[in-house]
């Protein structure tokens, strides 16, 4: 029996036509800058994010941290959400590794930060304080739940952190997402943003990488701090040759992710134990929570569900997610409602009998 996986889109596979691009690809030392199909999926990247250029990294992580510590120097402060990825998955990265100084402020149940949190949060020109000096934004927010972001309020975000002089990186691991879903082009919601990072190797499907995108200077220097993070790939053309046909085939089926996540969150919502955790889905993530009084834990029934064939991460005491993706088609749609409901009754014959 094949699982269904929906512990991210992370887990996609790459597609036969990807396969067959990366065996024909054209390579050379990316190091030396003469990986030619490097050299391509950079450009369109750029294309794509309305950027004068961009660097293949091999993690969204990567793609972050270099931005971060490109536009920020020790003791500097980054201004972020508290469910932020940045903030919360990233190993402490920009602390780590580049002494940047996280700011954290709420993020809203819509994934946004409120314009006047962001405003208070720039500090005053004081030699008690770290300087501040970026401000990260992610489209989707995956922890509020997959949420997309419009233009709008990406221009007001922009506009307050650009008046006190900060820069703003957006971290757009899914940003085609939060594109598809509000039918709009990429470009829309990044036009506004000094430097973005989005993947590849997520509902895209390509095995590997992400690309931060900026001003060519900015990316001069970019090129700089992966090297220096041991990030310098070589004849990476072979990975690039997947991120190529991720933008040119995977990007506008998205859609079908977003359908088959309203579809599973409204068959979902039908059991009557559990409870949709963040509204219905905007984009290919369904957050879902346990009622308390039927007594499961969600390690307990991801277990269970497990031996069902169906893969899905926790996220709480009671709470999943579960991401749709390539991979997932219509007819496991009802199957993951059927292996829900199945395992929410075995449990609960499990716990009456003991
Ligand atoms: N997200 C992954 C991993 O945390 C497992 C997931 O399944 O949610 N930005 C955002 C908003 C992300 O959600 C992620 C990864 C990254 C950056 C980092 O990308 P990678 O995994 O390529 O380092």
Redesign the pocket.
Known sequence: MKNIDLR?D?VTLPTEKMRKAMANAELGDDVYGEDPTVNRLQTMAAERMGKEAGLFVP???MG?LVAVLTHCGRGDEVIMGNCA?TFI?EGGGVAALGGVHPHTIPNQPDGTLLIEDIRHAIRADDPHFPKSKLLIL?NTQ?KCGGMSISREYMLEAAAAAHDAGLAIHL?G??IFNAAVDQGVSAVDLVDMVDSVTF?L?KGLCAPVG?VLCGSREFIEEANRIRKQLGGGMRQAGVLAAAGIVALEDMVDRLGEDHDHARALAEGLSEIPSVLLDKGSPNTNMVYIKLDPSLGVDAETCAKELKRKGILVGTTGLRHFRLVCHYWIVDEDIPKIVRGFQDAIDDLRTEISGS
């Open positions: 991210s992370t993690s969204g992580t972050n990825h998955y992610e995956n971290d691991a899914w993947c190797s992400s």
